[in-house]
Every structure is written in C-alpha cells, then in structure tokens.
Antibody, heavy 113, light 112 residues
C-alpha cells in the first residue's frame, strides 16, 4: 500500500528556511498529486499547498510567497521549503496524497526557536 | 477563504450511543464538476489524521459502517451510529472545492 514518510530537521532558527522531504513508497510519484498540511500545537489543520505530477504547484495565499514545493521523481520524494520562518510556523508537518488527502504520512514536528 | 465551522467542539458520548458532528461552510461546496468535495478525517491521540468519508458520504475502504456522512451545499454531518472506545479522538471536516482548501476547527470526541 501507499506509504508516506516525512523527514527533516526538528529545530529551525527564526528567519531561516524550513526544509522537509516526503518519501513515497508503494506508488509512483508520477501517478498523483501531493499535498503538505500542517498542525500547530493544540490547533487545527492548515492546508499549505500541493504539487501536481506535471510539476505545477498551488500554495496557500496565507503563506504568501514563502512556500516552495517540488518533486524529485528519481527519489520518489516531494519537498517543502518555507522561508523566513517565525514561531508561528512551529507545527507538525504532514505530507498527503492528493488534495483530498486520502493517505497521510506520520508527520514530523518542526519547532522554530 | 471558505470558513468551516464545526459543532460541537467537544463531544462526550456514552459507549454504544450515537454521536453527531456538524460542519457548516460559508460557501456552497458544490464544485463546477458537480461533485461536492467535503471530507471527514479522524485523528486518534498521537496519530496522523485518517480519511473516513470523502465527497460527503463515501466511506473509505476499511472504515466501519457505523460511520456515515450526509449533507449538501453548505451543511454537512458526520454520524457515528454506536460509539466504540476506539472512536476517541478529534474529527475534522475539510473542503476541497474552493482554493485554498480549509479545515474545520476539529471536534474532540471523548467517552463519558
């Protein structure tokens, strides 16, 4: 079955760039599109953005131009970069399949401090 | 952005009793393709969310049939016909019709 695994540094300094990777197994990364979603501590879920297998992306306007999502088909990975982070970006970050998020990774906790 | 409002935010339920969660959107969630992209997720303590229901009422494979979804337009409901101990967690609705996609605040279900 399809499995997603997020990875990246758990601690990022304010004003720096957060970089995460999601590794996909059990499915071709070219067969679907892929999303990033986050959940600040004690709060609800926020949809960050997604990337189609064509490479086209959409990101939440609330994050302005700080988000970059890309694909590495050779490694079956999706990456997320969020620039100029602040404490408000502290959250569990999830990757998921499709905009409807039918499959989720286990999430990775990122603290900005 | 489309705001998704869930109620109640806290739901204590006796084992074996039904539970109902409402999700109301500020815009109709009927897409131009005729589909309604309203989904329900369950997040058990310490786990990532899991999709239970998609497009209002379609149950994911492996989801017990005590879970059902209904609604249309702007008003949607998740019903658990008989709550079991494993149903404890937070339930989220999400709309995937209007960009940016948005979630409700989450409803925490606990056993009385």
């Amino acid at each position: 079955q399809v499995q997603l695994q997020e990875s990246g540094p758990g601690l990022v300094k304010p004003s720096e760039t957060l970089s995460l990777t999601c590794t996909v197994s059990g499915a071709s990364i070219s067969s679907s599109y892929w999303s990033w979603i986050r959940q600040p501590p004690g709060k609800g879920l926020e949809y960050i953005g997604h990337i189609h297998n064509s490479g086209s992306t959409s990101s939440n306007p609330s994050l302005k131009s700080r988000v970059t999502i890309s694909l590495d088909t050779s490694k079956s990975q999706i990456s997320l970069k969020l620039s100029t982070v602040t404490a408000a970006d502290t959250a569990v970050y999830y990757c998921a399949r499709r905009g409807g998020a039918d499959v989720w990774g286990q999430g990775t906790t990122v603290t900005v401090s | 952005d489309v705001v998704m409002t869930q109620s109640p935010l806290s739901l204590p339920v006796t084992l074996g009793q039904p539970a109902s969660i409402s999700c109301i959107s500020t815009q109709s969630l009927v897409n131009s393709d005729g589909n309604t992209y309203l989904h329900w997720f369950q997040q058990r303590p310490g786990q990532s969310p899991r999709r239970l229901i998609y497009q209002v009422s379609k149950r994911e494979s492996g989801v017990p049939d005590r879970f059902s979804g209904s609604g249309s337009g702007t008003d949607f409901t998740l019903i658990i016909s008989r709550v079991e101990a494993e149903d404890v967690g937070v339930y989220h609705c999400m709309q995937g019709t209007h960009w940016p996609y948005t979630f409700g605040q989450g409803t925490k279900l606990e056993i009385k």
